[in-house]
């Protein structure tokens, strides 16, 4: 089945603790991207990939860092996460190039408390 | 970064009423994209629009790229309980490489 996986779902932790969260995709594509949801502000980009090695900065990128060593993988860290990053993390992926990029394909989720 | 105005906010209505709800921006799109994201789940696409005036249907959906490329529209007829949720628009200029979310309206059916 084709599809975005990103563990954990689910996490508590403190202030200063660094933490990753993985992202993986079984459809060979070039485009990936995080982005977390706050209420009333919608999904805003953090970062995203157009290829191996390639990686640029989404809408608000500052406190996070991101690596994509593979395709299939593209993990998020926080090297020291604080309480306003707190929210709902997803990862997405496209068939860009070769497809449209903007027909993005969205994990389950991660929702993250940072005490 | 920008943000896209989307409303309503929320919704409120009853099983079999008609839904109607926008989203504007101060700049333009190339594409216009519309998404709806159940509890618990990712958005997932529900209709994508490439064309300034273009008016496409999904089932019960229908959406439109607003002629001056900064706005669009979605419509859901005869709304059923499956279709609660969030909907969020989302705009995609080429050169950009990202897409800009709507703030999301979040639909209720009232039983």
């Known amino acids: 089945e084709a599809q975005v996986t990103q563990n954990p779902r689910y996490l508590i932790t403190v202030t200063g603790k660094k933490l990753t969260v993985t992202c993986s995709q079984n459809?060979?594509?070039?485009?990936m991207s995080w982005y977390r949801q706050d209420p009333g502000l919608g999904l805003r980009q953090i970062y995203y990939s157009m290829n191996v090695e390639v990686t640029d900065k989404g809408d608000v990128p500052e406190g996070y860092k991101v690596s994509r060593k593979e395709k299939r993988n593209f993990p998020l860290i926080l090297e020291s996460p604080s309480p306003n990053q707190t929210s709902l993390y997803f990862c997405?992926?496209?068939?860009?190039?070769?497809?449209?990029?903007?027909?993005?394909?969205f994990g389950p989720g991660t929702r993250l408390l940072v005490l | 970064g920008q943000q896209l105005n989307q409303s309503p906010q929320s919704m409120f209505i009853q099983e079999g009423e008609d839904v109607s709800m926008n989203c504007t921006s101060s700049s333009i799109f190339n594409t216009w994209l519309w998404y709806k994201q159940d509890p618990g789940e990712g958005p997932v696409l529900l209709i994508a629009?490439?064309?300034?005036?273009e008016l496409t249907s999904n089932g019960r959906l229908t959406a439109q790229f607003g002629i001056t490329r900064k706005d669009s529209f979605l419509n859901i007829s005869a709304s059923i309980p499956s279709d609660v949720g969030i909907y969020f628009c989302?705009?995609?200029?080429?050169?950009?490489?990202?897409?800009?979310f709507g703030t999301g309206t979040r639909l209720t059916i009232i039983p």
């Open positions: 459809m060979n594509h070039e485009y």
């Open positions: 629009l490439y064309k300034a005036g």
């Open positions: 989302a705009g995609f200029l080429f050169g950009n490489e990202k897409l800009t």
């Open positions: 997405a992926s496209s068939p860009y190039p070769g497809g449209r990029r903007e027909t993005q394909y």
